[in-house]
């Protein structure tokens, strides 16, 4: 288990070695020299003294890991050969020439206090790093915890060298291994073993209460901090990114080519902070925020990734890895380095739980937009600068149209909104309604209408019948229909569309109907493009509007599809004009002015009526 967690702590280290290959050289040298030095009990002090002046240029982290790496060489090749002999050759050999017994079981006692002490020398190892990797924010502790806790730093960093140094004799002196475990001697080394490891442990728990206190302090300052930083307008954006990011490192983030990039790259740009669990997003949202987020110009996408509350698993920064190299935001390089109040200020006062997030930082820094997730849903790049007066704006100027619901949704259908087409947005999870329906929608066809009818699915579809359904329409020619994914694009757009403003405004309330309804018994919106004139039918009522469609005596050119299927639907029964009493309007863009109906945009006639003045 101890070398278990060894091995873990190695990990870090291992990194460091590949980009600085002195370090390995060092720590072969320092282990060398610790076994060279760990005899003589009289001269204990001054040898751990002079291998702590041998770590003198690094850290006092850094120094302690370095130094459990140097014993752990010797350790890890003792153990190495103390498995391997009795089936190896060599280890055998090495066994014989370094008299080292064939089996621990008579050790018993005095490598359980081996393991314990050096058990508690990880922990001491791990409580300097988790202290000095705060380094730059130890200004935000009182002066005097800070002293304290430094004081207590240099006593347990003397006391775990001259641990090692016993250690290390106990791994050198093999003869001792030789000797009885009930014999005068072996009791002797083990209770020397088992009073550091109770020594250690007492700096422990002293050095753990200190740094806890330290880091309360920090965490509590520096999520006041966070508070402040961003409701102050400065003159750019960097000061409340390095307050939230490069409180380490003037390089936090990287690229999907995992190039190193600095917080200085920013300045002077909008940037959506998106924040998510480690897996991102499916596949197929990821790829549809890709597509509207690729075309944002003086704006940077930051992907923050927030594991659990658990911390980060191994399978975590694997999906994190994955993603981050293939998305063309920037990442934070380190997810998983992020403080404590970072992470808690991005859950409490940006609100972010198990749903993504899109918290916009404007030029000065400024939180101009606590979410805009659903304004990248909806818009996209029109959407910039992502502010919550853009989405006001964008919301007075919205319609419930044909054109919105399927914006980005499909290169087809996009060409034929901009070119004004009258469109059928329909769907059901019958295939045999679906055939009548497109027989209906060709008749209409046949009578001169433009019409072009798209299938776009239900909510909440089974994929394997959903796509059985768009295979036989494409195979029979029954209508056009959208892929698998972009029909979960379009439900997943109207629930944005249902989210992102009040239940009062048109778009939320028509968008709630359809999703309510779920689509699954047939259904149809008939419209133009950006046109407002929109007929939005479900299964009984849209069958009958098409049959009246083609019995319909109007002008399709003066009222628009729409309007000529409503006025169908409104026609009195056996003929006649219509009944309704609303002010007319005027039709434009013609040499003679004609009246029509208000409601159903039916040519009107004109009647001359006489009235008796007795």
């Not at 350790?75 to 064939?102: D, E, M, T």
């Not at 202290?131 to 207590?152: N, Q």
């Not at 190299?325 to 390089?333: D, E, M, N």
């Amino acid at each position: 288990m101890v070398l278990m967690e060894m091995e873990d702590l190695s990990t870090d280290l291992d990194q460091e070695i590949d980009t600085d290959p002195s370090l390995a050289r060092t720590i072969y040298k320092i282990s060398n020299e610790m076994l060279a030095r760990c005899n003589g009990g009289e001269n204990l002090h001054r040898n751990t003294l002079e291998v702590l002046e041998m770590l003198g240029p690094f850290r006092w982290d850094a120094k302690m890991v370095v130094a459990l790496a140097s014993f752990t060489r010797s350790y890890g090749v003792f153990w190495l050969v103390l498995q391997l002999q009795s089936k190896n050759a060599l280890a055998l050999s090495l066994a014989v020439v370094r008299r080292i017994p064939s089996t621990a079981t008579f050790l018993k006692r005095r490598f359980t206090a081996l393991n314990l002490l050096v058990g508690t020398i990880l922990r001491l190892v791990r409580l300097l790093i988790s202290y000095e990797s705060l380094s730059v924010k130890h200004e935000l502790v009182d002066d005097r915890d800070r002293e304290i806790t430094r004081s207590r730093i240099c006593l347990a960093s003397y006391w775990m060298c001259r641990s090692l140094l016993v250690c290390s004799s106990q791994i050198a002196d093999l003869r001792n291994f030789s000797i009885d475990e009930r014999s005068d001697r072996s009791v002797v080394a083990a209770w020397g073993l088992y009073s550091l490891g109770n020594k250690l442990s007492c700096l422990c728990s002293d050095l753990g209460e200190c740094i806890e206190k330290c880091q309360q302090q920090i965490e509590t300052r520096l999520y006041e901090k966070l508070l402040h930083v961003f409701k102050q307008k400065g003159d750019d954006n960097q000061k409340a990114l390095r307050a939230f990011f490069a409180w380490k490192d003037e390089f936090p983030f990287k690229n999907s080519s995992k190039e190193k990039i600095g917080i200085l790259e920013l300045k002077g740009k909008t940037v959506l902070v998106l924040i998510t669990k480690p897996e991102l997003l499916p596949l197929d949202k990821a790829y549809f925020l890709v597509q509207q987020t690729r075309s944002l110009e003086n704006c940077v996408v930051l992907w923050v990734p927030v594991g659990s509350t658990s911390g980060w698993s191994s399978a975590a920064k694997a999906s994190f890895e994955f993603f981050s190299s293939r998305v063309p935001w920037l990442s934070v390089a380190r997810p998983w380095s992020l403080h404590p109040a970072v992470v808690g200020f991005i859950r409490q006062e940006w609100g972010f739980g198990d749903d993504p997030v899109v918290v916009v930082l404007n030029e000065d820094g400024l939180v101009s937009n606590a979410n805009a997730m659903d304004m990248v849903w909806i818009w996209g790049p029109r959407a910039f600068p992502f502010t919550d007066s853009r989405e006001g704006e964008l919301w007075k100027e919205a319609n419930w149209t044909v054109g919105l619901m399927v914006d980005g949704i499909s290169p087809l259908l996009s060409q034929w909104i901009e070119q004004g087409r009258d469109l059928c947005i329909y769907g059901s999870d019958s295939i045999d309604w679906i055939r009548k329906f497109s027989r209906k929608i060709k008749k209409i066809r046949g009578l001169g209408f433009d019409l072009e009818a798209v299938y776009v699915g239900c909510k909440n579809p089974s994929e394997r019948n959903v796509r059985s359904i768009i295979h036989t329409i494409d195979e029979e020619d029954l209508s056009s229909s959208i892929t698998l994914s972009s029909v979960d694009f379009f439900w997943f757009r109207l629930e944005a569309l249902k989210r992102s403003i009040g239940q009062q405004h048109e778009v939320a309330a028509r968008a709630g109907e359809l999703l309510d309804s779920g689509g699954r018994n047939g259904w149809g919106v008939i419209g133009r493009g950006s046109s407002t004139d929109v007929v939005m039918l479900e299964q009984g009522v849209l069958e009958q509007g098409l049959e009246a469609l083609q019995t319909w005596r109007g002008n399709v050119t003066e009222t628009g599809l729409a309007g000529a299927l409503r006025a169908a639907l409104e026609a009195p029964v056996g003929g006649g004009g219509c009944r309704h009493d609303e002010v007319v309007e005027y039709e434009e863009g013609l040499a003679e002015k004609r009246k029509i109906c208000g409601s159903c945009r039916v040519p009107m006639e004109k009647f001359v009526v006489y009235k008796c003045e007795a």
